[in-house]
């Protein structure tokens, strides 16, 4: 395997959040009754005339800007020819040799930039679906309007396929392109992967892998297809090129087709819509216009508040996440850093051991916040914490952020005051006179173990900052 090195590009299909289709003005939804949200456009009836929605073409440009693309200020529409029951008039609808937008780039984690080649806009197709009875067709979906990301083949680990992907989510939920739903289907990546001898500048031959609804499968099907692929020329074969679906069930990827050629599609202009023309002044606007990016947000969060690069990458990873957690700490900033790995390490814990979803965190931060900082303090212990978190997240009969203040309550006030913890530290330095002597002969670091044994005998309602002052009191006094 180390004489080959890996290729990889993404195609990333992503849905836009409009209300209506992108040439009518039918719904764009999930589910409901099959062809319910249908009329001549997206049923691709003859003679019925296409009209582009505005709203598409503002979200095109944005994704385009985030992602450091030339908008082009005139694009075109053609028409890809193929026949298949899902796509009524025999063609879609998309850009082919002029997009919408032409190379971007993405920053990845290891610090190196992937280039995209183009984002252009397309419908989509139809559904089939495969019954008992037959196979029928469902066009809800037909015409809900997409970008498709093409990235360049720079490529070259599973991982930094995955940090690409991750990265262009990000960026489209915060501009309010797609949600990211990977798992619904309104983010989708097909990964192009080929193999080379290592030093060798030319590509091998590629095989498209679609079929991946998570970063994981994104992950594993890459690996499996760089494996599949040495195997192939290890036994002296020539790769295939060809389409292969994930399965996800089997771990492995199987093939789907032989790979269609651009010129299969005949594709030509569309004569049913005119060249879409870009305002210059419109365009300038709208980049003036950007809300702050993950990466600038990233930068952010090392800069100002110290985060390290795990946490800050964690917490941009959901943008509303990260949004709820600038809003909280906005009055609190010597807490954020702390927060931050809060929210990471306990918080996110207790969300998917209870499997609620993060929108209830976002409601709940201030608590949150407010929990965290007692914990800080040495008000709230490790267990007492434990045991609000798990209380909070557990009662499912009140808002998040009324549970957890109720389980605060009910936790009880912290012991602080010296004559609440003197008969118990007394109690402890005199079952303990061994490590007494040991303290005294220059073993500070056995204050932990004094505290560690009040707090179990307060039940772990103690105020550890408290505790150990009156302890060095009493041992060094
Ligand atoms: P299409 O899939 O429509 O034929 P392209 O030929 O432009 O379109 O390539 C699509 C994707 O395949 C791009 O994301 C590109 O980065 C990737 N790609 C092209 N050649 C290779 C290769 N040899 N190995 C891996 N990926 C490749
Ligand atoms: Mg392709
Ligand atoms: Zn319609």
Redesign the pocket.
Known sequence: MSAFE??????VHAQLLTRTKIFCSCEVAIGGEPNSRTCPVCLGLPGALPVLNAEVVHLAVRAGLGTGCTVQLTSVFARKNYFYPDLPKGYQITQAELPICLDGQLLLDDGKVARI?RIHLEEDAGKSIHGESGTRVDLNRAGTPLVEI?????LRTPDEAVSYLRELRGILVTLGVCDGNMEEGSLRC?A???MRLVGQAA????V?VKNMNSFRSVRDAIAYEMTRQVGVIADGLAVKQETRLWNMDLARTESMRS????ADYRYFPDPDLPPLHLDRIWLENQRANLPELPAARKDRYARELSLDRNTANWLCEEPPRADAFDRTVANAPELAGSFATFLMSQVQGQLQRHERPWSDVAEAMPTLLRICGKWRAGQLSNRMLAEVLQAGFGDSARTLGAALALAEAEAGAVVSDDAALEPVVDAVLGQFSNEVSKYRAGQKQLIGFFVGQAMRQLAGKADAKALAALLIRKLEG
């Open positions: 890996a290729v990889i590009g993404l195609e080649q093409v990235g360049h083949p720079d097909d192009n992967v080929s590509f091998g031959t590629r498209e790979k269609e050629e651009a």
